[in-house]
């Protein structure tokens, strides 16, 4: 879909952050509240905007510490179908959290998330491998998360460090 | 107790100090000020550039360079003019790189000057200028614009100030303070009076990059000007590389060369390692510089539109990363009103007398800070001129008619 430069500017903005009134965005982008709410409607009809999760740091809460697994899965594609079957059948498992097709050894990298090592290991002996087509699994438990979709979740203190008023 | 005048230089002694100065004093021992008063990009320098000045240091890169520069930095910054601004300099001969655009700008007056040269100074205007012709041995001639003219020089006002003393005209576009840009119709006006008094032009295009509504042309790209033209950037602004210290002039071979012969005995060569870095940024920094660029031209309309709004009357900036509001109205001077607005609701701005005598009646606000920041900012000032009984009304002005 072909978008205009003001829908691509609206799609930068919201990226670098959704939490701004329809107000705000419109005057940095000098139109209407009301252009800003349309185009959004229309982007967001188009599933161009998907949607509007907010990133959250888990593993700073109590109690719902989370163990998280890639796990590469090696599988025979179907005629007719291709991958998107068998990939469909696992996105459905509510504990996965992203399916991607990749290029290279393996075919599908899953993301799991559960609260044990053991409901992971669950889920991948008695639910994965299990799927006809699913050929073999390697799975990786993650130790820690460094960046998430473009967001350093813990870096060094990224602050202001200019004088407060220079020429 | 000695008297340290008699050893010192009268000149350097006359200098006035500047108006900055005392404001900066004042805003850094307060808490939780929000500052509206940083002339430079809020991003720090893209990391590829940092990457590539530490491999630079790791690869031992700690030696003294030519006197103008790397030459493989001046090829890069020749194809950059070429490419950005459609000017032609020899990499070899016409280009020099200096410790930050001041220096190149410090060069070229010394120079050019002879004792008692006049310079023509568009005010408001950045601080230093006036101070480095005065000790490069110039007289500095201000030559006021009005905010009813979006602070644009006219001819006429020119043409008022030439003497046969005058030697050059020194421009900035966009403009600090004011962020006023001249689009190419009003460099060919100024460009048909330089020559019909034979002048130079000292052009200071360090903001050209952060430039929003129009292309940017450079006067010296103006047919009979790139003979007349000292060509002054660098890589503070667009790069966000203000700490590094870096920038570059460019002119006719025979003006660069005097202002290198000056640069060797004064400086030697701009650091070899951080030169480096300014390779990478001339080569890979060109879509960070962009993202930057579309970033302040958002945050330019928020501000423009929200200081209207909340009743400080403020026209819309072509171009760097400030805005010029009028506080004529408030019935306070532009100190008394960044002084009180600091005080009392925390927020540092610049008085626009810093930058002259025209500045008075405004202040600068730059806008390099963040969204969030800048929502803050107006917020407190609106409830500062409330408390001086003006906020005229809250209600929402329809969109897009500035």
Known sequence: MKLTEQEMELLAVLEENHRQSAETIAMQMQISPEQVNAMIKKLEEAKIIVSYPALIDWSKVDGREQVVAVIDVKVTPKRGVGFDEVAEKIYRYPEVRSVYLMSGTYDLSVTVEGKSMKDISRFVAKKLSTIDSVVSTTTHFMLKKYKHDGVIIEGKDDKDRRMVISP | ?402
């Open chain 2, 1 to 402: 107790m000695m008297n340290y005048d008699q050893f010192l230089s009268k000149k350097a002694l006359d200098l006035k100090p500047s108006g900055i100065r005392k404001f900066f004093d004042v805003a850094s021992k307060l808490d939780n000020v929000i500052s509206l008063g940083v002339g430079e990009p809020d991003f720090t320098t893209p990391w590829t550039i940092r990457d590539e000045t530490i491999a630079s240091l790791e690869d031992g890169y700690t030696s003294y360079t030519a006197n103008p520069g790397l030459l493989e930095l001046r090829e890069e910054i020749s194809r950059y003019m070429k490419r950005k601004f459609n000017l032609s300099y020899d990499p070899e001969s016409e280009i020099i790189v200096t410790i930050g655009a001041s220096q190149s700008l410090d060069l070229a007056f010394r120079a050019i000057l002879n004792p008692g040269d006049e310079v023509l100074i568009i005010e408001p205007a950045f601080v230093s200028y006036a101070a480095l012709v005065t000790m490069a041995g110039g007289k500095p001639i201000p030559v006021p614009t009005y905010g009813e003219n979006d602070f644009k020089v006219t001819v006429g006002q020119i043409e008022a100030a030439v003497t046969e003393r005058t030697k050059a005209i020194l421009l900035c576009s966009p403009n600090n303070p004011t962020g006023s840009f001249l689009n190419k119709d009003d460099l060919k006006a100024i460009a048909w009076i330089v020559q019909k008094h034979n002048l130079l032009v000292v052009s200071d295009e360090i903001y050209a990059e952060l430039t929003y509504d129009d292309e940017y042309t450079s006067i010296a790209a103006i047919p009979g000007m790139y003979e007349r033209t000292i060509v002054i950037n660098g890589f503070s602004k667009a790069f966000a590389m203000t700490g590094w210290r870096l920038g570059f002039a460019c002119a006719p071979k025979p003006l660069l060369q005097v202002m290198l012969k000056i640069h060797q005995y004064t400086t030697m060569c701009a650091p070899h390692m951080l030169q480096r870095g300014a390779i990478e940024a001339l080569r890979n920094g060109e879509e960070q510089v962009e993202e930057m660029k579309n970033s302040y031209r958002r945050r330019r309309n928020y501000i423009v539109h929200a200081l209207n709004e909340i009743g400080l009357p403020c026209h819309m900036p072509g171009g760097a990363f400030y805005v010029f509001p009028s506080i004529q109205h408030t019935g306070l001077t532009s100190e008394e009103f960044a002084e009180k607005l600091l005080m009392k609701e925390r927020v540092a701005v610049v008085p626009g007398n810093a930058f002259g005598e025209s500045g008075e009646g405004y202040i600068r606000c730059s806008y390099a800070t963040s969204l969030e920041q800048l929502q803050e900012a107006v917020k407190r000032i609106g409830r500062f001129l409330q408390s001086l009984g003006l906020r005229t009304s809250q209600k929402k002005t329809a969109v897009g008619n500035i």
